[in-house]
């Protein structure tokens, strides 16, 4: 009923719009340093996972291996606060909780710095995007990045811990969350299984 974690090295990364063609949010492009070891959830949050900690499944695409999906920023945040009651994780240092924005880049460009983990080509063969398919894919259903993490692009949405910006300027670098700026709104990442290309990208 926990995740499944992936260690993730401690590195540096230039994060942002590194191609000239993104949004406005994504700029300035700026150096982080990732200087800690982080788990990474290897797959998205499965319907199963959620059943057996929330003891509901809201989502509209049934599945036991789906994603969970159709859940908001304070669901996540009380199954988070479950999943660290149960496992004795309170108040610890290692506790679970959602990614920040720079800390989601940079292990979902994996020491890449093209548009996609793979390269900056884009098909079917690498992720659920585009509407091709009505619903959200069983976790792993394509290859995992470089740093063994699955789904990091596409499927379903992927809310980071950071307050909402509309640019880079002043973020730090660090891999802490940004915590100024909407807090009632964070950065969405990934893309999911009705994005197109451009919403795809790692940045």
């Not at 993490?149 to 950071?162: H, I, S």
Request: proline share 6%; glycine share 10%; with cysteine.
């Amino acid at each position: 009923d926990c995740p499944e974690m992936g260690v993730v090295p401690a590195g540096s990364f230039k994060m942002g719009d590194l191609s000239g063609d993104g949004y406005k949010s994504e700029r300035p492009p700026h150096r982080v340093a990732i200087n800690y070891y982080m788990a990474v959830g290897k797959y998205e949050i499965t319907q199963k996972q959620w059943r057996l900690m929330m003891g509901t499944n809201p989502s509209l695409f049934k599945g036991e291996n789906r994603p969970v999906e159709q859940v908001s920023w304070d669901d996540i945040q009380d199954y988070l606060r479950k999943l660290n009651r149960h496992l004795g994780f309170v108040g610890r240092s290692g506790r679970y909780r959602l990614l920040s924005e720079s800390e989601w880049e940079y292990a979902a460009r994996a020491s890449t710095s093209s548009k996609y983990s793979w390269g900056n080509d884009i098909d079917s063969s690498r992720a659920n995007y585009g509407g091709e398919i009505d619903k959200p894919s069983p976790v792993g259903s394509y290859p995992a990045n470089a740093f063994g993490l699955y789904d990091m692009l596409g499927n379903v949405l992927e809310l980071t811990k950071d307050c909402w910006s509309r640019s880079y300027i002043d973020a730090p670098s660090n891999g802490r969350a940004r915590t100024v700026g909407d807090c009632s709104a964070h950065p969405l990442r990934g893309g999911s299984m009705d994005s197109y290309p451009p919403d795809m990208r790692v940045a």
